[in-house]
């Protein structure tokens, strides 16, 4: 099962190459209240330095059971084949993404979950991505001229990229004349609703009665109520003719009547600006990092771009012919995957593997673990882009999931790579990255996987750059 293909780097020794930073796992498997600490913290504390070779794994918090799945006909077996058991998202994803997104798509589940994918996937398709090239793009061209006038010292890239990717989303979904600085706005709340969420909810774990779970502070609270007041600020203020809000107004149920009521709409647009932003962000982010430590593949994707794109801006049908750039897109997912944890509840009693599992414990696939199994991956902790160029053997299937599987597979995969590879290309032929001095950024997961502390890069402005 062991990925296949040649070692093809550019000149560089397997010595000299930068390994990208990541925790430093536990030589053993913590003990439970360890392992409490650590999920309540950072999820990747709490993985041992053996989850990096295991097919399945299982612990018991306290009254509750964890079962990860890390092999990919495991996955499969679970997500897939058994998805109409394990369609419902963990107790600790809802509970924590509740008061933002409340129901929606991402968080919902069951018939009105079916009922609002249809829409949403419609909306989504990639026949309908190319129609948004002018969106990435304006988006990349205000990210430049900010980062432009701000070169010469360190720049934190990862609170830039939240709100680029956020600008796109707010236009998509209300169409032009959003008020300036609104996408920011919702960002940085975004931020501080993310630092502040608990994740891990030790109530439920000691199996308490629903009415006494699922708690979360108020300063969280407070950032939640923010999202939502600018979200309905914006539903109120804008028609969203042409754009999703009008989609979403418009989409009707099986008896022909509205499928969102009010709270729906605000609840499946949170979802569409922050599931449709934040993924896109971080994965950005990381991989500008991977090339400013990894010059060669930066040198080698910036010819690829200004042999393909030239001096001006890329259109749809540029995108497919940035080999380099998406390879180099797809390898930082794999190292540092958006989502790194996707968590399920078992809706009857199952077993997997010797393991039994029942309504209210959480079944788990990893892909932080998953896209750096030792046994699946050469040099797992590497970056090399090369996995992914054209030609290379691709990975086992189910061993690679940067967008998720099954049916609650991210619709919006290709408009996000559209956007990523866009926004991408545009600051390769703009700026050359290396890394600030100081510490190297730690991965963190909670609700997706962020850079403790910021990502600080050098961003020298290239003379032909545009």
Known sequence: MREGGADILPAMSKAARP????????????????????????????LPRSAYRRQVMAVRLLGRRLVVVND???????????????????????????????????AGHGEVWAARR????????????????????????????????????????????????????VRAVFGPGVPEGEARAIAEAFTRYQAGVSVIDLLHLLRLPDRMVGRQGRATLRAAGEIRARIAGL??????????????????????????????????????????????????????YLLATHPEWGARAREEVDATVGARDPEASDLAGLHVVRAVLQEGMRLYPPVAVL????AAPDRIRRWAVRPGDTVACIPWLLHRHEEIWRDPHAFRPERFL????????????????????????????????????????????????GAPPQPRFRLTLRPEGGLRLLLRPRADGG
């Open 235 to 288: 539903i109120a203020a804008m028609p969203g003719e042409g754009a999703y809000l009008g989609a979403l107004r418009a989409a009707r149920g099986e008896d022909g009547a509205p499928l969102l009521d009010d709270t729906g709409l605000l609840e499946e647009s949170a979802m569409l600006l922050l599931a449709g932003s934040e993924t896109a962000a971080n994965a950005l982010g990381w991989t500008l």
């Open 343 to 346: 968590a399920r509840q078992p």
């Open 118 to 169: 249809r829409p949403v996937a419609r909306m989504l398709h990639p026949s309908g991505v190319g129609a948004l090239q002018p969106l990435f793009v304006g988006a990349g061209r205000r990210l430049a001229a900010d980062w432009a006038a701000r070169a010469g010292g360190p720049v934190d890239v990862a609170p830039d990229l939240a709100a680029a990717t956020l600008d796109v989303m």
């Open 390 to 437: 054209p030609g290379a053997p691709p990975p086992p299937r189910f061993a690679y999931l940067p967008f998720g599987l099954g049916p609650r597979v991210c619709a919006g995969a290709a408009f996000g790579m559209a956007e990523m590879t866009t926004l991408l290309a545009m600051i390769l032929r703009r700026f050359e990255a290396s890394p600030a001095p």
């Open 19 to 46: 390994v990208p930073p990541r925790p430093e796992p536990p030589a053993r498997p913590l003990g439970m209240l360890r392992i409490l600490a650590a999920l309540r913290g950072n999820v990747l504390d709490a």
């Open 72 to 106: 990919p006909e495991v996955v499969r077996d679970v997500f897939v084949t058994r998805a109409a058991t394990y369609g419902r998202k963990s107790h600790f994803k809802e509970q924590a993404l509740r008061p933002v997104i409340g129901a929606s798509l991402f």
